[in-house]
Protein backbone atom coordinates (compact mmCIF):
# COMPACT_ATOMS: atom_id res chain seq x y z
CA UNK A 1 0.00 0.00 0.00
CA UNK A 2 1.87 3.13 -1.56
CA UNK A 3 -0.68 5.60 -0.62
CA UNK A 4 -0.31 8.63 -2.56
CA UNK A 5 2.33 9.45 -4.82
CA UNK A 6 3.45 11.96 -7.18
CA UNK A 7 5.48 12.28 -9.65
CA UNK A 8 7.99 13.67 -9.92
CA UNK A 9 9.28 15.61 -6.84
CA UNK A 10 11.49 18.53 -8.35
CA UNK A 11 10.45 20.05 -11.30
CA UNK A 12 11.85 23.50 -13.36
CA UNK A 13 10.08 25.08 -16.22
CA UNK A 14 10.71 27.87 -18.58
CA UNK A 15 7.47 30.42 -18.87
CA UNK A 16 5.27 28.94 -21.54
CA UNK A 17 6.26 25.18 -21.35
CA UNK A 18 3.33 22.67 -20.69
CA UNK A 19 3.49 19.53 -18.19
CA UNK A 20 1.53 17.21 -16.14
CA UNK A 21 2.11 16.18 -12.46
CA UNK A 22 0.66 13.12 -11.60
CA UNK A 23 -1.00 11.76 -8.48
CA UNK A 24 -2.24 8.43 -7.70
CA UNK A 25 -3.53 6.34 -4.78
CA UNK A 26 -3.92 3.22 -4.49
CA UNK A 27 -6.49 3.23 -1.10
CA UNK A 28 -9.81 3.17 -3.44
CA UNK A 29 -10.33 7.12 -2.17
CA UNK A 30 -13.60 8.67 -3.82
CA UNK A 31 -11.92 11.87 -3.14
CA UNK A 32 -9.13 13.60 -4.23
CA UNK A 33 -7.66 17.02 -5.10
CA UNK A 34 -4.85 19.12 -5.82
CA UNK A 35 -3.31 22.26 -3.75
CA UNK A 36 -0.64 24.55 -3.62
CA UNK A 37 1.23 26.03 -1.03
CA UNK A 38 3.09 29.57 -0.81
CA UNK A 39 4.36 31.06 1.95
CA UNK A 40 2.45 32.86 3.98
CA UNK A 41 -0.90 31.69 1.96
CA UNK A 42 -1.55 28.45 3.40
CA UNK A 43 -2.37 25.57 0.96
CA UNK A 44 -5.14 26.80 -1.44
CA UNK A 45 -7.51 24.45 -3.40
CA UNK A 46 -6.53 24.05 -7.18
CA UNK A 47 -9.03 21.92 -8.41
CA UNK A 48 -10.92 18.29 -6.71
CA UNK A 49 -13.17 15.67 -7.67
CA UNK A 50 -15.77 13.36 -5.94
CA UNK A 51 -15.12 10.43 -8.18
CA UNK A 52 -14.16 9.11 -11.13
CA UNK A 53 -15.37 11.23 -13.77
CA UNK A 54 -16.63 13.97 -11.69
CA UNK A 55 -14.09 17.17 -11.18
CA UNK A 56 -14.89 20.89 -10.09
CA UNK A 57 -12.89 24.05 -9.33
CA UNK A 58 -11.02 25.14 -6.13
CA UNK A 59 -9.93 28.36 -5.17
CA UNK A 60 -7.26 28.80 -7.77
CA UNK A 61 -8.31 27.04 -10.85
CA UNK A 62 -7.08 29.38 -13.24
CA UNK A 63 -3.98 27.82 -15.30
CA UNK A 64 -4.84 24.56 -14.54
CA UNK A 65 -6.93 21.52 -15.98
CA UNK A 66 -7.33 17.92 -14.71
CA UNK A 67 -9.36 15.21 -15.43
CA UNK A 68 -10.19 11.70 -13.85
CA UNK A 69 -10.79 8.86 -15.76
CA UNK A 70 -9.99 6.48 -13.12
CA UNK A 71 -10.46 6.62 -9.26
CA UNK A 72 -6.91 5.88 -9.18
CA UNK A 73 -5.20 8.81 -11.01
CA UNK A 74 -6.01 12.51 -10.59
CA UNK A 75 -3.35 14.40 -13.22
CA UNK A 76 -2.53 18.40 -12.82
CA UNK A 77 -1.98 19.49 -16.19
CA UNK A 78 -0.30 23.26 -16.17
CA UNK A 79 -0.71 24.46 -20.02
CA UNK A 80 1.14 27.25 -20.53
CA UNK A 81 3.59 28.08 -17.09
CA UNK A 82 4.07 31.13 -15.27
CA UNK A 83 6.37 32.18 -12.93
CA UNK A 84 3.42 33.01 -10.80
CA UNK A 85 2.97 29.17 -11.18
CA UNK A 86 6.14 28.45 -8.90
CA UNK A 87 5.22 26.52 -6.02
CA UNK A 88 5.12 23.27 -4.23
CA UNK A 89 1.93 21.31 -5.07
CA UNK A 90 0.71 18.19 -3.43
CA UNK A 91 -1.80 15.95 -4.14
CA UNK A 92 -4.34 14.71 -1.73
CA UNK A 93 -7.01 11.91 -1.82
CA UNK A 94 -9.52 10.84 1.08
CA UNK A 95 -12.83 8.29 1.20
CA UNK A 96 -16.45 9.76 0.84
CA UNK A 97 -17.80 7.52 3.03
CA UNK A 98 -16.60 5.59 6.32
CA UNK A 99 -15.71 2.19 4.40
CA UNK A 100 -14.01 -0.75 6.52
CA UNK A 101 -14.01 1.09 9.41
CA UNK A 102 -12.36 4.19 7.84
CA UNK A 103 -13.33 7.59 8.89
CA UNK A 104 -14.37 9.36 6.49
CA UNK A 105 -13.07 12.96 4.72
CA UNK A 106 -9.52 12.89 6.33
CA UNK A 107 -7.10 13.56 3.47
CA UNK A 108 -3.65 11.47 2.77
CA UNK A 109 -1.12 13.96 1.41
CA UNK A 110 1.30 12.72 -0.87
CA UNK A 111 4.72 13.89 -0.63
CA UNK A 112 4.35 17.34 -2.88
CA UNK A 113 5.98 18.74 -5.86
CA UNK A 114 8.65 21.65 -5.74
CA UNK A 115 8.18 23.68 -9.32
CA UNK A 116 10.04 26.48 -10.82
CA UNK A 117 8.98 28.37 -13.79
CA UNK A 118 11.53 30.64 -14.76
CA UNK B 1 -18.00 30.97 1.54
CA UNK B 2 -16.25 29.52 3.31
CA UNK B 3 -13.24 30.68 5.73
CA UNK B 4 -10.76 29.84 7.95
CA UNK B 5 -8.26 32.31 10.08
CA UNK B 6 -5.54 31.39 11.88
CA UNK B 7 -4.32 34.84 13.17
CA UNK B 8 -1.08 33.80 14.78
CA UNK B 9 1.58 33.73 12.22
CA UNK B 10 3.89 32.53 14.02
CA UNK B 11 4.64 31.48 17.93
CA UNK B 12 7.60 31.06 20.11
CA UNK B 13 7.65 29.08 23.16
CA UNK B 14 10.29 27.46 25.61
CA UNK B 15 10.12 23.76 25.95
CA UNK B 16 7.84 22.56 28.53
CA UNK B 17 5.40 25.67 28.37
CA UNK B 18 1.75 25.25 27.28
CA UNK B 19 0.59 27.03 24.39
CA UNK B 20 -2.72 27.29 21.88
CA UNK B 21 -2.97 27.90 18.31
CA UNK B 22 -6.15 29.36 17.52
CA UNK B 23 -8.56 29.13 14.70
CA UNK B 24 -11.42 31.00 13.58
CA UNK B 25 -14.02 29.79 10.53
CA UNK B 26 -16.72 30.97 8.79
CA UNK B 27 -19.83 28.27 6.89
CA UNK B 28 -23.13 29.24 6.30
CA UNK B 29 -23.37 25.12 6.13
CA UNK B 30 -24.99 23.49 9.24
CA UNK B 31 -22.75 20.04 7.96
CA UNK B 32 -19.32 20.50 8.26
CA UNK B 33 -15.69 19.10 9.46
CA UNK B 34 -13.20 20.55 10.80
CA UNK B 35 -9.91 19.30 10.99
CA UNK B 36 -5.77 20.25 12.19
CA UNK B 37 -2.95 19.18 10.32
CA UNK B 38 1.02 19.45 11.20
CA UNK B 39 3.85 20.12 8.73
CA UNK B 40 7.03 19.42 10.39
CA UNK B 41 10.27 21.35 8.39
CA UNK B 42 10.54 17.77 6.59
CA UNK B 43 7.17 18.92 4.72
CA UNK B 44 4.72 16.52 4.71
CA UNK B 45 1.39 17.03 5.92
CA UNK B 46 -0.01 14.97 8.91
CA UNK B 47 -3.31 14.28 10.14
CA UNK B 48 -3.64 15.13 13.66
CA UNK B 49 -7.70 15.05 14.27
CA UNK B 50 -11.10 15.79 12.61
CA UNK B 51 -14.49 16.66 14.14
CA UNK B 52 -17.75 17.01 12.88
CA UNK B 53 -20.13 20.17 13.29
CA UNK B 54 -22.36 17.85 15.24
CA UNK B 55 -19.80 16.74 18.32
CA UNK B 56 -18.69 19.81 20.33
CA UNK B 57 -17.02 17.44 23.08
CA UNK B 58 -14.00 18.58 23.76
CA UNK B 59 -11.09 16.37 22.89
CA UNK B 60 -7.80 14.95 24.46
CA UNK B 61 -4.76 12.66 22.62
CA UNK B 62 -1.62 12.47 24.99
CA UNK B 63 -0.32 16.33 25.02
CA UNK B 64 -2.37 17.70 22.49
CA UNK B 65 -6.15 19.06 23.29
CA UNK B 66 -8.63 20.71 20.77
CA UNK B 67 -11.58 23.42 22.33
CA UNK B 68 -14.51 23.38 19.58
CA UNK B 69 -16.99 25.75 20.38
CA UNK B 70 -19.86 26.05 17.66
CA UNK B 71 -20.87 29.45 19.50
CA UNK B 72 -18.13 31.16 18.68
CA UNK B 73 -16.83 29.47 15.59
CA UNK B 74 -13.60 28.27 16.75
CA UNK B 75 -11.54 24.95 17.04
CA UNK B 76 -8.22 25.94 18.91
CA UNK B 77 -5.31 23.69 19.51
CA UNK B 78 -3.64 23.24 22.63
CA UNK B 79 -0.08 20.98 23.38
CA UNK B 80 0.62 21.01 26.77
CA UNK B 81 4.58 20.92 28.09
CA UNK B 82 5.89 21.40 24.39
CA UNK B 83 8.53 19.86 23.13
CA UNK B 84 11.07 20.80 20.49
CA UNK B 85 9.35 17.83 17.98
CA UNK B 86 6.31 20.30 18.14
CA UNK B 87 7.95 22.35 16.27
CA UNK B 88 6.21 22.84 12.80
CA UNK B 89 3.26 24.92 10.59
CA UNK B 90 0.17 23.55 11.77
CA UNK B 91 -2.92 24.21 9.65
CA UNK B 92 -7.07 24.41 10.34
CA UNK B 93 -9.28 23.17 7.81
CA UNK B 94 -13.10 23.11 7.28
CA UNK B 95 -14.69 21.57 4.86
CA UNK B 96 -18.54 21.36 3.84
CA UNK B 97 -20.68 18.19 3.27
CA UNK B 98 -23.45 18.34 1.19
CA UNK B 99 -25.86 15.08 1.82
CA UNK B 100 -23.10 13.26 2.74
CA UNK B 101 -20.56 14.01 -0.21
CA UNK B 102 -17.34 15.66 0.73
CA UNK B 103 -16.77 19.14 -0.87
CA UNK B 104 -14.10 20.94 -1.01
CA UNK B 105 -11.56 22.03 1.73
CA UNK B 106 -10.58 25.03 2.57
CA UNK B 107 -7.05 25.05 4.89
CA UNK B 108 -6.30 28.62 6.97
CA UNK B 109 -2.64 30.33 6.61
CA UNK B 110 -0.84 28.33 9.06
CA UNK B 111 0.63 29.11 12.45
CA UNK B 112 4.03 28.34 12.51
CA UNK B 113 5.49 27.22 15.72
CA UNK B 114 8.86 27.12 17.20
CA UNK B 115 9.55 25.40 20.25
CA UNK B 116 13.07 26.49 21.42
CA UNK B 117 14.79 24.14 24.02
Known amino acids: NAGVTQTPKFQVLKTGQSMTLQCAQD?????MSWYRQDPGMGLRLIHYSVGAGITDQGEVPNGYNVSRSTTEDFPLRLLSAAPSQTSVYFC?????????????????FGPGTRLTVT | AQKVTQAQTEISVVEKEDVTLDCVYETRDTTYYLFWYKQPPSGELVFLIRRNSFDEQNEISGRYSWNFQKSTSSFNFTITASQVVDSAVYFCALSEVNSGVYQKVTFGTGTKLQVIP
Open chain 1, 27 to 31: MNHEY
Open chain 1, 92 to 108: ASSYQVGTSGRPPYEQY
